[in-house]
Structure formats: C-alpha cells, structure tokens
C-alpha cells in the first residue's frame, strides 16, 4: 500500500469526541461536542487527468456548543510528496452551500472547475510512530491567522485548529479535539 493509501485509509469516516466531550463536561469545561465525516469523492469529479495521483476528500465537521450547532465542511486534495503528505484546500465547487455542503449533497464537478484556496498554506503530514503528523499556518490576511495542527492514527484523529486576530485567539481551546472512529468510511 502506498504513503498515499495509509495516511487516507486512517482519516477517512465516521469520527466524534464523545468520550472527550463527557469528560471535559464532567470536569465542567466548556468543550465542544463534534462529529467529522471524512469521504473520498473522486467519483464525483468528472475528466480527472489520467495520471492524477490526488485524492479528493469532503471534510464535514458538525460542531456543537450550548445546544447551537455549526457546520463546517470543506474540500481537500490529498498528495503524496518528497517530504511527506500535503493536504491542499479548495474552494467549494460552484453552487454548493457552505451550510449544506456534504458528500451526499455534492454534485458532480469538473476536476478544471475546482480552485484551490489562495488563503490556506497546504499542511505537510509526516509519517511518525505509526501515524501521520503535521499542520501548517495560514495568513488569513494581514491580521488574521489560522493554525492547523493534526495527528492521525489508528485509534484516533487529534485536531488542534486556532484562529488569532492581531496576535489574540478568537477561535481554538487549549486541548485538540480527540475524534475517535465510530465507522469506516461508507
């Protein structure tokens, strides 16, 4: 199985930080509850290049926080590099909904139709003790700065993402989110 195939096969399905979420309560912190739904969707790219050796993801996170919910869905490409993984952003095709957006809602697209985000810095994965670790830091704007910090492995997905506006966090916790795999990918 290639680098490609490994690192996809641990972060592809059905994920939440259930027991996280209990726990954090118990203690009586403010931690949101979340769901993420990885799924490869090159099927539902059309005219994908014959040599193309990236593999699209549809990212669905569902956050919840003091009974409000929150989507947040994206679209990335995975590919395989000298240095490791890269996983790159892209802009949702035309006519989707970013309050809606899914695997299962997703039409076809042409692959010559997807942009990539100009904002997102691609995050680099590095395969270590058994899973893959990585992340990177985007400029948002001037002002604005998303960190990304991730680690994959068989038994979970660790997800540490922070927003800071002029050097103050405005969105992030101090701990990452610990999405342990209820299902495989279906």
Sequence with gaps: MMKIEKFVKLMTGYFDNKEQFTA???????????????TVCNDKVKNIPEDFAGIFIVEESYYETDGRKHASP??????????????????????????????????TVDYNELKKSEKFTPALYK??????EGGSVSHFSPVMTFRLWERFSETCLEVSESMEVNGRRTFGYDAPIIYKRVSAQQ
């Design 24 to 38: 954090m309560k118990k203690a009586g912190k403010i931690y949101p509850y979340a769901q993420h739904v990885n």
């Design 127 to 132: 395969e270590t003790d058994g899973g893959w």
């Design 74 to 107: 994206h679209l990335f490409l995975i590919t395989e590099s000298c240095d490791g993984i890269l996983l790159s952003s892209y802009e949702l095709p035309a006519g989707e909904d970013k309050n809606t957006f899914s695997y299962a809602s997703m039409k």
